[in-house]
C-alpha cells in the first residue's frame, strides 16, 4: 500500500528534552511537508522540502529542526528552544503534478 | 488580513440540509485550490480539488470565483456522518507551499 507513515502516534517527553518525529513516504512525492495543529486550531507550516538535500523554513520554524538526506523521509527534530512544543504535528507529501498533499496519521507530542 | 479566510463555525444543521461553506484567498497569483476533511483527532484527507469550471463528486459541488478571489464548497443532503472540519487549502501562487484555513466545523443532527 503506498501511503504516509508516522511515529509514534503518541510521544511524551520531559521539558529541554530533544525530540525526533519521523515521517516515511512511497508515494515518490517530491515535496514533503511538516505543519503543527493546536486543538481548535488551523495548520501551520513549519517546514517544507521540495527535494532531496533542500528545505526552507515555514511559518514557525523557530524551535525546529529538518533534514532531507532521502527522497522517502523527512524527520523534524523538535528542540528544547521551542517553547510550547505539546502540539499535533502532522507530515504531508505532494506531487509536483497538482500539488495535493496526502496527510500521515500525526503524532501527538506532550512535554511535561 | 490572513492569506486564507474561511466561514467561522460552527455550522449545525438537519440530515438533509444543503449547506455551503465560503474561503477567500488573498493572493491573486494563486493557481491550486483544494478542500479536505479532518475528523476529530485524525489527520486531513483530500475532499477534492477546485478547478477554474467547478467540480462535482457526488453530493459535493466545488467552485472557484478568480475575480472575487474564493473557493465554495456546497454539500447536498447532508448525511450524519458528513459532521467533520472542512479545510479549504490555497497554493501561494508557483511552487509546493500551500496554505490552509483555519476551518469551519459542521454538525449534521438527526
Known amino acids: 500500500d503506498g501511503g504516509i507513515t508516522q511515529s509514534p502516534k503518541y510521544l511524551f517527553r520531559k521539558e529541554g528534552q530533544n525530540v525526533t518525529l519521523s515521517c516515511e513516504q512511497n508515494?515518490?512525492?517530491?515535496?514533503m511537508y511538516w505543519y503543527r495543529q493546536d486543538p481548535g486550531q488551523g495548520l501551520r507550516l513549519i517546514y517544507y522540502s521540495q527535494i532531496v538535500n533542500d528545505f526552507q523554513k515555514g511559518d514557525i520554524a523557530e524551535g525546529y529542526s529538518v533534514s532531507r538526506e532521502k527522497k522517502e523521509s523527512f524527520p523534524l527534530t523538535v528542540t528544547s528552544a521551542q517553547k510550547n512544543p505539546t502540539a499535533f504535528y502532522l507530515c504531508?507529501?505532494?506531487?509536483?503534478?497538482?500539488?495535493?498533499?496526502?496527510f500521515g496519521p500525526g503524532t501527538r507530542l506532550t512535554v511535561l | 488580513r490572513k492569506e486564507v479566510e474561511q466561514d467561522p463555525g460552527p455550522f449545525n444543521v438537519p440530515e438533509g440540509a444543503t449547506v455551503a461553506f465560503n474561503c477567500t484567498y488573498s493572493?491573486?497569483?494563486?493557481?491550486?485550490f483544494f478542500w479536505y476533511r479532518q475528523d476529530c483527532r485524525k489527520e486531513p484527507k483530500l475532499l477534492m480539488s477546485?478547478?477554474?469550471s467547478g467540480n462535482e463528486d457526488g453530493r459535493f459541488t466545488a467552485q472557484l470565483n478568480r475575480a472575487s478571489q474564493y473557493i465554495s464548497l456546497l454539500i447536498r443532503d447532508s448525511k450524519l456522518s458528513d459532521s467533520a472540519t472542512y479545510l479549504c487549502a490555497v497554493n501561494s501562487g508557483g511552487g509546493f507551499k500551500t496554505i490552509f484555513g483555519a476551518g469551519t466545523r459542521l454538525f449534521v443532527k438527526a
Open positions: 493572493n491573486s497569483a494563486s493557481q491550486s
Open positions: 504531508a507529501s505532494s506531487s509536483q503534478v497538482n500539488n495535493e498533499q496526502f
Open positions: 508515494l515518490n512525492h517530491d515535496a
Open positions: 477546485v478547478y477554474s
